[in-house]
């Protein structure tokens, strides 16, 4: 078992920053990928970031976003502190979401809400002026 726990949402305004983490606990040997799905009232999960928790990466993490995001959001991890983050800049009112942490024992790493194993409960992120 898996248990996520995400925190660092809450209210912004448009063009500001927040940074989301998710603290992991349990038994995380063979986990493969990790990443952010958000939902709101109008769309389907969808995927916003994924990284590869697998091995340690010779050239660096590697890491996918939605074109959405892109340039704007950073996904990261501390494996020290069992931590996963998003840092999201210039944030638009359409981020607006719930926000959740997944993490996934399957191969390969993608963004696709049907391979992930363990879902954290989710937290608001809402960019309002």
């Known amino acids: 078992q898996v248990q996520l726990v995400e925190s660092g949402g809450g209210p912004v305004q448009p063009g500001g920053s927040l940074r989301l983490s998710c603290a992991v606990s349990?038994?995380?040997?063979?986990?493969?990928?990790m990443a952010w799905f958000r939902q709101n009232a109008t769309k389907e999960r969808e995927g916003v970031a994924a990284?590869?928790?697998?091995?340690?990466?010779?050239?660096?993490?590697?890491?996918y976003y939605a074109s959405a995001v892109e340039g704007r959001f950073a996904i990261s991890k501390d494996s020290a502190k069992n931590t996963l983050y998003l840092q999201m800049d210039s944030l638009k009112p359409e981020d607006t979401a719930m926000y959740y942490c997944a993490a996934s024992f399957s191969i390969p790493c993608t963004m696709v809400a049907r391979q992930f194993d363990y879902w954290g409960q989710g937290i608001q992120v809402t960019v309002s002026s």
């Open positions: 349990g038994y995380t040997t063979g986990m493969w990928c």
């Open positions: 990284i590869r928790t697998g091995r340690v990466e010779a050239s660096g993490d590697v890491t």
